[in-house]
Every structure is written in C-alpha cells, then in structure tokens.
C-alpha cells in the first residue's frame, strides 16, 4: 500500500500495487507502437531497501507489463521478499481496457497471489491465495465497487489525448479508480511543475510532475495508521516520462514522505524504443 509496506509485503507493492504509481487512460486516437525497459531503486530514508525491473510493451491494439522486484540490504538479511506483477489489455479508442492482472508476493515464508480477470472496466473474477482471514472491522467491497475500475498495473501508466506532446501539464488532469483485488480506491492527478530529468542510463529529457491524492473507497481498516497516513498527505509526486512512440507516459519517480524519512522509487534505467508498425494484410 505504501512505503511503510514494503518489510510486509516486499517490493512489488511500491512498484504498482495500490498508492504509489497511478494514473489512467484518457479518450482519444490510437497510440503507436513502444516498448519500455526500466530498472528502479527504492529507498527509504536515503537507504536502498529494494530493486525492481519493470517492462512495458504499448502496440495499436494491445498492451502488456510485467515488473519484478526483491527487497535488498538490510530487509534482505532480516526474512526478504520478492515479487512479480503482470496485466495485459486492449488499447480500444485510446484507452487502456484492461483483460488480466496478476501478482504474487513472497515475504519470508509467507507467500500470496492475487489474480483478476476484467471486461470492459469491470471486475469479472477475483481471487486471492491462500484465502485471507475475515476482518470484521474491514469495509466491505460491494460489487458496485467493482464497476468501471483499473487494475494497479494498468493504473501505472498513462495515456495522453490529443497531437500535441503528451509530456504537459494536460497529462496531470487525471482521476481514476482502482481495484487491486483486495481494495478499492481513487487516485486524483494535478499538476505541480515540469522537470529535465536523466537517468543513468536511457531517457534525458522533459518530465512532468503531478501531485497524487488518495481516497480509499472500500476493502481497507479505517483504523490503519497507514490508510489515514496517505489519505491526508498532500505532498506525494510521480515524475512521468513518455515511452518512445507512443502517447504513453510512465512513472520515472515516486515520492512518498513517510513518518520514519522520504520514500523514494526512481528510475535508474528507463530506456524506450518506438517499435516497427506491422503491416495488416487480408
């Protein structure tokens, strides 16, 4: 859910379960061809806690990513984790319409996998495994929650309307709600500024800065410190940055104050090509 999760639930959380990379499809003309390789490092409190590979492939009428992580360091030595994370969808009038979302997280000898199909934004089987235990004091997920939402993975990147560059304060107009299988929530995109950003190895280039704002719906503890923590922070940011041949941008950094040092994900590749248009034949 958030930085303080990653002892817990280990890395993939921070790289694209519920809180820290947002974002979502906006309406427009279809999206060329691109694929992105990126590599990421998280720290907390200036000290690296984890390590994660992400890759993205954008074509005319699908989509697909996968990312895998491990904690590193310290939290290595004191039980570890890893995980991996895959969804694949359609690109259907520029938007994303999500298909299947898939994670499964092992933190020392605790391991879960949750699995989802969708259809045309609605969540059509979900299951987690091994079943968790039933919380009472756990708000209910309606099946109502469970319309016109996105999955984490899909939530992770963003689709920008128009001809215009997509690297503008335009992308950051965003809300969106998702569902990661055991919640349901909202994210709100604003704008705060644009960067020039360098990775040590790949992109050099425009970046744009949004404020993230979290409303949990549904599937959460009200009396979570961490829900409470990110529901009132009004200071997270993702730095976005576009995937080559596409309108597609993807996070190059996440910025999470937390109440024990700065919670940071950034990219130390994120490296895009535009693929090769294939041509349709009958």
């Known amino acids: 859910m958030s930085a303080f999760s990653i002892p817990r639930r280990a890395l993939v959380p921070v790289l694209c379960a519920s809180g820290i990379l947002v974002a979502g499809a906006a309406a427009g003309p279809a999206s060329a061809q691109g694929q992105l390789n990126a590599a990421y490092e998280v720290s907390l409190g200036g ?3 984890g390590k ?3 890759a993205v492939a954008v074509t005319e009428d699908t989509y697909s990513a996968a990312v895998n992580g491990r904690t590193t360091g310290l939290l290595a ?4 984790g890893s995980g991996t994370a895959t969804a694949q969808g359609r690109m259907t009038a520029g938007q994303f319409v999500p298909v299947s979302y898939v994670t499964s997280i092992l933190y020392g000898k605790k391991h879960e996998t949750i699995r989802m199909t969708l259809a045309n934004g609605n969540i059509k089987e979900s299951s987690i495994t091994p079943e968790p235990p039933v919380n009472p ?3 209910p997920v309606t099946e109502a ?3 016109a939402v996105i999955d984490p993975m899909t939530g992770s990147l963003l689709r920008v309307a128009g001809t215009g560059n997509p690297v503008g304060p335009e992308a950051c107009r965003n ?3 998702i569902f990661d299988g055991r919640m349901r929530y909202d994210l709100r995109l604003e704008y705060r500024r644009m960067e020039t950003i360098t990775a040590k190895k ?3 280039g425009p970046a744009v800065v949004c404020g993230v704002f979290f409303t949990p719906v549904s599937g959460y503890v009200p009396d979570r410190f961490a829900i409470k923590y990110l529901a009132e922070r009004r200071d997270m940011e993702i730095t976005f940055a576009p ?5 597609v941008l993807a996070p190059f950094r996440i910025k999470i104050p937390t109440p024990i040092g700065a919670g940071l994900v950034e990219a130390t590749e994120f490296s895009s090509v535009a693929a090769t248009r294939t041509a349709k034949t009958n």
């Open 137 to 139: 004091d756990r708000i």
């Open 77 to 80: 030595s004191i039980g570890g």
């Open 175 to 177: 809300k969106v709600s």
């Open 243 to 247: 995937i080559a041949g596409t309108r």
């Open 202 to 204: 790949g992109y050099h």
């Open 52 to 54: 994660g590979n992400w």
């Open 145 to 147: 929650h469970r319309q």
């Open 47 to 49: 000290l690296v806690i």
